[in-house]
Each structure stands twice: as C-alpha cells, then as structure tokens.
C-alpha cells in the first residue's frame, strides 16, 4: 500500500495506471503533472487523480510511487526537473517503450539516484491516446517487463514487481539490451509498417477509391497506424539501431517472397505462406512464458 | 427465389453462401460438389448442403444458380469440367480475390458461354478456413464487388445484384482491371507483408522468444497472415503485376521512412507519422460508398 502517487505526464498510460492503482485500493491518493494545465484539470475532473500539481518536482514531493508517463523524448528533461526529490526508498518507474536510452538518460541525470528508477515497459496500448480514454483494465493481463541494471534498488525491483502484479499483470525481467532488440521486432517494425503502408495507400492518385474498398483484413492490418504521433516519432527514432537491423531482415524475407512471385514459383511460395500461417495459428499472445516473481 | 444452389467448392466460402441464402429463404435446395468426399459429406452433415454431387458438372445440373468458389488456380479447370451445363438463363458466379485472370480464363473455356458467369468478389474472409467455419452471416454489411464484362448477360448482372443485397451484401461494380488495381492495393499487399514479416520475425535465432513478447498491436497485424496458403499463393501470383506495382510504392515509402529514422529528423517523422495516424483515424469500413442496385 502506498501513500501517494505520483503522475507526470496524465496521459493514456499514466492515467490508466492511477486509476489500476485506486481500483486496487493500493494508494490513498494520486497527485498529477501533465505539461499542458488543461489535461491535469481534466484529470481530475474524471476522479484519475486527487490533485493536480504545478510542476513535475512537485508531483514528486510527498510521494512514495511516482510514474514518468511522458513520451520518450521528453523523459531526460523530467528526470533534470525532479532529481532533486529523487531519494533512496521512494519507486520510480517510466513506460517507455524504449528501454536503453530511457537508462541512459537517467544515469546521466540522477548519478547514484538512479538506484530509485525501475525501468518498466507495460506491453499495453490503445490506438487512441490522452486521459480520456484512460482504463483501469488496461494493464489487466498485460506483460510488463522490467530491465534493471546493476545500480538498481533490488528492493525497488521488488516493489515494482509487486505493484504490477497486482494490477494483474505478468512481471518479466529483461536486460535492457534484450528488450530493445526483442521489441523493435515484434511492435516498433511493425509500427513502421504499418505507417508506411497506410501511406503508400493513402497517398497514390486511387487512394480515396481504394480505401473505401478495404475490408476486415486491411481493418486489422492497419490498426496501429493510428497510434499517437509523438509517442512513435520518439520510440522509432530512439531504437533505431535495432529497428533498421530488424527492417533490414523484414526487406530480405519480403525479396525472398517477391523472387517467387515473380518466377512464378508456386510450390516455393506456398512453402513461405505456409510456414507464416501455421505459426500465426499457432501463436497465442501471453502464451510464452508464465508469470514471474508472484 | 431459386429452385437450386450449386456449389462447387465446399469451404468457407461457398458454405457461407449456401447458409445465407438458405437463411434468407432464397432456395429451395443446395447440391454441392468439393474434390474431397470427406469435405461434401461433412457440409451434408453439417447441414450446409442438402445432397452431394459426385462431379461438379452433376452439381450444375438442374441447378439456376451456381457458384464456384474454389481456389483462384482451380477455376479453369472447374469451367471446363462444368462448360456443356453452362445454359443460358442460369447465373454462374465466383468469389475469386483476383477478377483478371478468372475472367481470362471463362472467356478461353466458356466461349460465348460466358455471358452467363457473373464475375464476383466478396470482400469477406476469415483467418480460419474450410467448411466447419462456414457462417450464415459472412456476407452481411460486406461490399460484393461485380465485373461484368462486355459479353455479359445484364439480366444475370441484375439477378446476381439482387441475391447479394437479399443477403445483406453492398454491392459495387467494377472493372475486372480496377477491381484487380484496388485490391491488390488493400488486400494483396498486405498480406504479402504480413506473410513477409511474421516469417522475419519467427525464422530469427531469438524469434520464438520473440514472439512470447509480443502484445496487442503485433496480434492484429499479424492476424492476416495466418491465412489459407492455398487460396493465397493462386491470389498472389495472379495478380502479381498489379502485387509488384504496389510493393514498389510501398517500399518507396519505406524508404523515405527510413531516411527520416536515420538522419534523425524527427519533424518529417512526425509528419509521416500523424500523415498516416490522422487518416487511419478517419478511416471506416464500408464508408466510402453507399451500396448500388438495391
């Protein structure tokens, strides 16, 4: 149980976090930063947090959890702005879908108060962003992994684990190394994709015919191609390295792919599909490993 | 009304047919013919159709209404197994994804025959094939797109248009060469892509680890590629001119990604980016046109 909870950045994932919190009856109140003064008023218009604060050292004050929801980019900066608070017992965690230079970042800001941080990243998400659509369910039955490094609190790792899990999420533990690598293969490429391909469509002179022809299949494809713009721009810029070598593999099996068409190779090109639809089939979300640490 | 169903090719989508006319009270009785025994004697069973034909020509005869939804490759020779029933006044229908080659092949079997086959594809489907995925519903609030040709018999186009929309369908027509422009647009590119990815990510050393990580985004876009191999090889390579012409646009907007990723310009990202999320945002199913012919 916690006293208080600290938001920066009421968002979507902040938001849903608070909220997780409060149905589970594991703070007694919330506290919120957001950049913009009108967000943080609506959060607590919509009962996300108790109070809204006036600057991010002060969402940070009297805490003992507090959560960096804000876009990648943006995370530097709100560690400089609190690091003077940042003390040894109280949990910080971030969202961020980037791991390496989210830790980067805090060691270069907090030094050896970077023993307070738990870098997290809850694999969970909307394609509609902003405290509106913020939900206590959100992290429900979602992964969360967590990438410590040698100069973490292994107390605080444990606290963090703790409070997810009983929000109802899977707790993982990654190298942050291991979660970059792994996830821009299975969301920042896909991301990518996704925004490329809606705009190869969008953008040639039948596009408007062409979408209104789409069906379930393009539905689906396309769903992530509406995810919020600021957060993505950040994500694919600061895991790039690792989504280029992923792009790059995607661009070989797709010329793999192509050869057969083009040769009219069918029995190869059945072999390809074949082997992409049988483990899709087969493939189960949260089927890989069990729950750690609960 | 008719008296009799054809339906050669018992899978998902000529099962479907049968049950939503069988629904909607718009035949008295379905014969229906599939290569494998166990597939017509499991949709008798199943209630789908009422007997089973031994040939496709036995499932033509005595039949006003056929329809032939197997594989896009199967087509041909499906005419010419049918092409002595082919009657005048009897309206003869696929559900082929590519219009193009189908149409090639009526006119070099059926001769001047053809005019009673009216080209059709309904832009439905499902991730799962084969009879027992069969759905009286498939083809509600679905777009049927039509491509007559010159030769066709208008009165089978008129008759064709009526029994889609008795069923629920929005019906368009097209030309076979639109229609094969559009789709490979919205429907065949992505499923090569999708095809292409999900082999990227599996077939790495990490890949199965990989994929124990992956959320909600990745299950969506993905869910296209565990479709059937069969159906999908015959649809990629028949429509491979239009597949490449599109791939080629899309990997031109890869690259431009891309570029934007590597050289760090995070304000062209973002615009690509919100390009695409703004648009899918706005984007609806079935909204670009009202249905035709009702």
Redesign the interface.
Known sequence: MFNQLGVIGCGLMGGSFALALKRAGLVKRVIGYSKSPSTTERAKKLGVIDMAAESALLAVSGSDIVLVAVPV?ATEATFKAIRHLVEPGVLFMDVGSTKRDVIDAARRVLKERVASFVPAHP???K?VSGIGNADAALYTN??V?LTPISQTNPDLVQKATDVWAAIGSQV?RMTPENHD???A???H????????????????P?????????????????????????V??DI??SN?EE??K??M??R???D???HV??T?N?EA??D??????D???G?Q?N???PPTNR
Not at 211 to 229: E, H, K, Q, W
Not at 272 to 277: N, P, V
């Open positions: 980019s694999i969970a998400g394609e979602r992964q992994i993982l690598a792994a996830f293969a299975v969301s490429l896909p991301h990518m994709l996704a925004f490329a391909y809606f705009n190869s469509v969008a953008r040639q039948a596009g408007k015919d062409f979408l209104s022809l789409a069906g379930p299949g393009f539905r689906d494809f396309t769903r992530i191609a509406a995810s919020d713009p600021t993505w721009r694919l810029v790039r989504l280029l992923q792009s593999r995607f070989h099996t797709l793999a792919m192509e068409i083009k009219g069918i090109l059945e390809l599909i074949r082997g992409a639809s483990a899709r089939a493939w979300m089927a890989g490993k």
